[in-house]
């Protein structure tokens, strides 16, 4: 990560930036990699402002104020009053601060189950540099965010999980600046997700923020990931103007230097021989510093390659069969407990998952943060990456399928130069119907066009008939994988002991992922296999589902539910849960609960056999 030097800028001469404006598109795309540009880091305390009733957007007649009427009374204008006299009844100077990244839900206790508004204000200094451009990122912003810079609107922006960017280009004071946004997490039904699901409704900037800088023309994209005939292949993307020119993509360490031309639209194709790499792998996760050059602009990035493909019921990495040992994991930290807020809170999961043997996970239930994914890269941890269509959908809503297809794009784009990523989910546990398997057919047809080079899945559910647990969802047919929830000894079915009897009966002949199975049991509570929440219950389960599981041909791996216990509104007993959902195999302490090393035992087992 670089810094801008923040004092030491030569502030403005003139306003060269909206000559730079003038020339180039208004919508610039996500930046790939933003961490390795030039940046002002604004992470840190942000003051905020709670705002049940939206009284800094609404006036009491519940109009919007107007931005360019004189009586202003929008928060976005973070005014002072100007002299003694002034009524003003708000100011960001005198407000507490909550750290971002941060969910708002676990920094302060009185807002633990808000959901609604707060005002975000942070204050910093640049001095933009004439001939550079400007872009405001945020990794993400839980749910609905407006934006504003010094007063003015840069945007909005509705999806939790997801970055998204502003050019502010010729919109930065050469000084102080204030960015202001609101921050809305009321759930409504027509989103994504909607209004029911079981996990925190963490509001807030819950990932980074921060100022980028570019010259006029940079490498806004590019996808360099290993290919089926052992060619790199993808493509690379400039933008600005004049965009036709010479790129050079070079890999120092495996001697590979190719250097490509933009079209008019700054987009150039990559194909060319990968040569002898070190493919990437859980048992190597070998990374290479890839460096991509343009007259003008530089960025490396740290890449890894290998193939992922389905053959009959093997899933093959680098063309050989993998046993997929693995985990689902929520983008909580039990021991705040809220969002996890940074590389130490990701690794200490990973390391969980690790520990438990563990060569993938599920990164449920959204999108995670882009520093997860580079540090399963670096870890050799295979990912499930997934986003929130979750449940019951409105499923026939046009612009809740956009919404949709824009989370899946936004996140394939962020994170497609991820070796550790070989699945795409589209969905959770959506329930079958004609509408339904239209939206779901969109969304894995689009998910296939992005990205050809990775599986795509979506975790089904399965149906039963006496004692035949039925996977027949014709939403299977457009999948990679069969993946299914399936809740034997926790939500039907007899106690643990008895689960051998049940058997499956699934209608695709592919490499069966299992999804989720599972059940909760209070970390410390000990009884014997029959008592329900005990760490004994849970640890049968796991011994009977695995053997029940085993009965599968197709059987090629499973992310059990779920690596640690998390927080979630729906679980209310007053005893044993506490709005905790208890199926973690780690309690919310971090201390392993005794089917960890029923899994474990399973996983260590399973990875002499696909050696
Ligand atoms: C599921 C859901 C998951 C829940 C889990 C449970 O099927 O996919 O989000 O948390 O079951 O604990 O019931």
Same mark, same amino acid.
């Given at each position: 990560?670089?810094?801008?030097?923040?004092? =030491?800028?030569?502030?403005?001469?003139?306003?060269?930036? !909206? =000559?730079?404006?003038?020339?180039?598109?208004?919508? &610039?795309?996500?930046?790939?990699?933003?961490?390795? *540009?030039?940046?002002?880091?604004?992470d840190g305390r942000w003051n905020y402002m709670v705002d049940p009733y939206e009284n800094g957007y609404y006036d009491y007649r519940h109009q919007a104020y107007d931005q360019s009427a004189s009586d202003r009374g929008g928060f976005y204008d973070d005014r002072k009053p100007s002299d003694k006299n002034e009524l003003i009844e708000y100011d960001f100077d005198l407000s507490p601060?909550?750290?971002?990244?941060?969910?708002?839900?676990?920094?302060?206790?009185?807002?633990?189950?808000?959901?609604? &508004?707060?005002?975000? $204000?942070?204050?910093?200094? +640049?001095?933009?540099? #004439?001939g550079k451009r400007y872009f405001l990122y945020f990794g993400a912003v839980n749910y609905e965010a407006h934006i504003y810079l010094n007063g003015k609107k840069l945007g909005m922006h509705k999806g939790g999980f997801t970055p998204f960017q502003f050019e502010v280009t010729g919109k930065l004071a050469a000084g102080e600046n204030s960015i202001v946004v609101k921050v809305d997490n009321t759930r409504h039904a027509d989103e994504i997700p909607t209004v029911n699901?079981?996990?925190?409704?963490?509001?807030?900037?819950? *990932?980074? +923020?921060?100022?980028?800088?570019?010259?006029?023309?940079?490498? /806004?994209?590019y996808k360099i990931q290993l290919g089926r005939n052992n060619?790199?292949?993808?493509?690379?993307?400039?933008?600005?103007?004049?965009?036709?020119?010479?790129?050079?993509?070079?890999?120092?360490? !495996?001697?590979?230097?190719?250097?490509?031309?933009?079209? !008019?639209?700054?987009r150039a194709a990559i194909s060319f021989p990968a040569k002898k790499l070190t493919l990437w792998s859980p048992g190597q996760p070998k990374l290479y510093t890839v460096t991509i050059h343009t007259a003008g602009d530089d960025v490396s990035? $740290?890449?890894? %390659?290998? &193939?992922?493909?389905?053959?009959?019921?093997?899933?093959?990495?680098?063309?050989?069969?993998? =046993?997929? *040992?693995?985990?689902?994991?929520?983008?909580?930290?039990?021991?705040?407990?809220?969002?996890?807020?940074?590389?130490?809170?990701?690794?200490?999961?990973?390391?969980?998952?690790?520990?438990?043997?563990?060569n993938y996970v599920r990164l449920a239930h959204y999108p995670h943060n882009e520093k997860m994914l580079r540090l399963a890269d670096e870890m050799g941890l295979m990912v499930w990456a997934e986003v929130p269509v979750y449940w019951t959908i409105s499923w026939t809503?046009?612009?809740?399928? *956009?919404?949709?297809?824009?989370?899946?794009?936004?996140?394939?784009?962020?994170?497609?130069?991820?070796?550790?990523?070989?699945?795409? /989910?589209?969905?959770?546990?959506?329930?079958?119907?004609?509408?339904?398997?239209? %939206?779901?057919?969109?969304?894995?047809?689009? !998910?296939?066009?992005?990205?050809n080079s990775r599986l795509v899945s979506a975790a089904l559910e399965v149906h039963r008939q006496g004692d035949v647990a039925v996977v027949d969802d014709p939403l299977g047919e457009k999948l990679d994988l069969v993946s299914f929830n399936e809740y034997a000894g926790w939500y039907w079915g007899d106690k643990?002991?008895?689960?051998?009897?049940?058997?499956?009966?699934?209608?695709?002949?592919?490499? +069966?992922?299992?999804?989720? %199975?599972?059940?909760? @049991?209070?970390?410390?509570?000990?009884?014997?296999? @029959?008592?329900?929440?005990?760490?004994?219950?849970? #640890?049968?389960?796991?011994?009977?589902?695995?053997?029940?599981?085993q009965t599968i041909p197709g059987l090629r791996g499973m992310t059990p539910w779920i690596l640690v216990d998390f927080r979630s509104p729906r679980r209310q007993h007053p005893v044993y849960q506490n709005f905790w959902n208890r199926k973690g195999l780690i309690s919310e302490t971090g201390q392993k609960k005794e089917a960890f090393w029923v899994l474990k035992d399973f996983y260590d087992q399973q990875e002499k056999k696909y050696q």
């Open positions: 990560m670089k810094y801008l030097r923040l004092s =030491f800028l030569l502030p403005f001469l003139f306003n060269f930036n !909206a =000559f730079i404006m003038a020339q180039t598109p208004a919508d &610039t795309g996500l930046i790939q990699n933003v961490f390795a *540009r030039q940046i002002v880091d604004l601060t909550l750290k971002v990244p941060g969910d708002w839900n676990s920094q302060e206790e009185k807002l633990l189950y808000y959901e609604g &508004t707060v005002w975000y $204000r942070r204050k910093f200094d +640049v001095s933009p540099q #004439a699901t079981d996990w925190w409704n963490y509001g807030g900037v819950t *990932r980074d +923020v921060l100022l980028a800088e570019a010259p006029a023309v940079f490498i /806004s994209d060619t790199i292949e993808g493509y690379v993307q400039l933008n600005g103007a004049s965009l036709s020119k010479d790129v050079t993509v070079s890999i120092p360490e !495996a001697g590979i230097k190719q250097t490509v031309h933009t079209d !008019a639209s700054g990035d $740290r890449i890894g %390659f290998r &193939t992922v493909e389905v053959k009959g019921r093997d899933i093959l990495l680098n063309g050989k069969p993998v =046993f997929l *040992r693995g985990v689902s994991i929520h983008d909580e930290n039990p021991l705040i407990p809220g969002r996890n807020r940074g590389e130490g809170d990701l690794r200490m999961l990973l390391t969980w998952a690790r520990q438990l043997n563990c809503n046009p612009d809740t399928y *956009r919404n949709a297809e824009k989370q899946l794009t936004d996140m394939v784009i962020r994170d497609k130069n991820r070796a550790s990523i070989i699945i795409w /989910s589209i969905g959770n546990e959506t329930p079958v119907s004609e509408p339904r398997l239209s %939206f779901m057919g969109k969304l894995a047809a689009k !998910a296939h066009e992005l990205d643990p002991s008895d689960l051998t009897r049940y058997r499956f009966d699934i209608k695709y002949d592919r490499p +069966v992922v299992i999804t989720e %199975f599972g059940g909760d @049991a209070l970390g410390g509570f000990h009884a014997d296999s @029959a008592t329900r929440w005990s760490e004994e219950y849970q #640890a049968s389960l796991y011994r009977y589902q695995l053997q029940l599981l």
